[in-house]
């Protein structure tokens, strides 16, 4: 019961911090427009996202033996590999889709992973919803929608991104609830931290078409966002998320967030 806890704790800490970086994502686009003209926005965006993780990857390594060793261990890296493609995949989702939406609508079209998380968790384990779990998902999400005003949602390319990005968000979280179980949080995290640079850097180059498109990540207004971004929204946000959500059901986990 303690554990259980400390681990709801330690999850609403999570949603805490990951309110702050969808304000910090708008601020760095919103610092970005020429660059957005030169590089488009999907080079602009790997850039961001690599950087980052890379801040949250260098900042963990240090600290831990675990994380380092992990990166020798074909089991971890086979955990990573998973864990931070799918975050790669909705993160890139997320931030091209913020470009023309606001924080707010992003938060709300973002939070219905947890609709998301639950279905996929009824349809994995076979096992019918109970009547808490769908009044909770639906009050999440409702809350979600009203916390600042009625939402204004027009559905153009930027709101259909932001709800691709919450489906790969809760396989995220479906996926870290059975992989979290078999190998250490530390380990994972370190590995799907190096997955998630080296996959935002390729989209990054291979959108852009130059090498000069990392200029980005120092740009004025860029990068105390970026530092936010990585040590509070990533390095903090994956660590608890990878060490706590086991303790729990991944449709409790995504309640909690939303």
Known sequence: ????????????????????????????????????????????VGVI?????????????????????????????????ILGSLMLVGFVLQMIGIDSVSPSVSAFLTSLYVVFTAILSVKISDRKPTRMMIAGVGLATLGAGFIDGPPHI??????????????FFALHIIFTDSITKKLNPLAVTSTSFAVLVIGAAIIALVASGDLMVVEVAWQEGVVLPLLFLGLFGSLACILMLNAFQKYLNPTHAAIIYS
């Open 1 to 44: 019961m303690a554990t259980r806890r400390q681990a709801v704790v330690g999850l609403f800490l999570v949603t805490l911090l990951w309110g702050g970086t969808f304000v910090w994502m708008k601020q760095a686009m919103n610092s970005l427009d020429d660059e957005l003209d030169q590089y488009s926005t999907a080079g602009v």
């Open 49 to 81: 996202v690599a950087s980052r993780f890379l801040i949250a990857f260098v900042a963990l390594l240090p600290f831990s033996s675990k994380a380092r060793a992990a990166l020798t261990s074909k089991e971890d890296w086979k955990g990573g590999l």
């Open 154 to 167: 027009v559905w153009g390319t930027g709101e259909l991104l932001t709800v691709a990005c919450a489906f």
